[in-house]
């Protein structure tokens, strides 16, 4: 069992930063991959980044490449996402996921994680 919460969501203008982080308890963190997923009103929950239990690979969403970093300190558990020049559409709640399968390769179905956090929000205002 991995338990995830998630922090760091808020307010912020376009075009501002914030970092989100996801604290796991679970022994078994350093070798599980994790996933960020975000659901706006009205939408279906949806992929945005997920990075290998290792941290040797990420994968991001088309619709924020190059604007959202995940990384991982396996020592302290904890996964973050930068997220960069935010936009109105990326207003959502973001939850953080762990994949059950432990050392298993990077996963990006919403099926394929089995723990989730709590949720944070974030609100962009133009």
């Known amino acids: 069992q991995v338990q995830l919460v998630e922090s760091g969501g808020g307010v912020v203008q376009a075009g501002g930063s ?16 994790i996933a ?3 659901q ?6 949806a992929l945005v980044a997920a990075i290998r239990w290792d941290g040797g690979r990420t994968f991001y969403a088309d619709s924020v490449k190059d604007r959202f970093t995940t990384s991982r300190d396996n020592a302290k558990n904890t996964v973050h996402l930068q997220m960069n020049s935010l936009k109105p559409e990326d207003t959502a709640v973001y939850y953080c996921a762990a994949d059950k399968r432990l050392v298993g390769p990077l996963r990006v179905g919403l099926r ?5 956090g709590q949720g944070t929000q974030v609100t962009v205002s133009s």
Do not use: M, Q
């Open 18 to 33: 914030l970092k989100l982080s996801c604290a796991a308890s679970a022994r078994t963190f350093s070798v599980c991959n």
């Open 36 to 38: 960020w997923f975000r």
């Open 40 to 45: 706006a009103p009205g939408k279906e929950r």
């Open 112 to 116: 394929d994680y089995d723990y989730w």
